[in-house]
Nanobody, 121 residues
Framework: QVQLVESGGGLVQAGGSLRLSCAAS????????MGWFRQAPGKEREFVAA????????YYADSVRGRFTISRDNAKNTVYLQMNSLKPEDTAVYYC??????????????WGQGTQVTVSS
């Protein structure tokens, strides 16, 4: 069992930055691929970024590539999402996810409770 707790969301002006954190419980954090998804009001949840198991590749949605960076610190059981040059269309609830596969799939094994990110124009 893995529990995920996100933090770092908030209100920011367009062009600003935020860093989301996701702290995971358990001692097998490094064996999970970790990812971030988001859901805007009235829209389906969508993939944002993912980091495979230790040493593996990273993936980004086209809409955030070059602006967002996913990283993980296995010693701290934490995955981060650095978000720069934020746009109003980035406004959403952001969810952390853990997947027991080598890479994050569309159906991760565990989800966090979500953290709200609001970007004002």
């Amino acid at each position: 069992q893995v529990q995920l707790v996100e933090s770092g969301g908030g209100l920011v002006q367009a062009g600003g930055s935020l860093r989301l954190s996701c702290a995971a419980s358990g001692r097998t954090f490094s064996s999970y691929a970790m990812g971030w998804f988001r859901q805007a009001p009235g829209k389906e949840r969508e993939f944002v970024a993912a980091r495979s198991r230790s040493g593996g590749p990273t993936y980004y949605a086209d809409s955030v590539r070059g602006r967002f960076t996913i990283s993980r610190d296995n010693a701290k059981n934490t995955v981060y999402l650095q978000m720069n040059s934020l746009k109003p269309e980035d406004t959403a609830v952001y969810y952390c996810a853990a997947d027991s596969h080598y890479e994050v799939t569309r159906t991760p094994d565990y989800w966090g409770q979500g953290t709200q990110v609001t970007v004002s124009s």
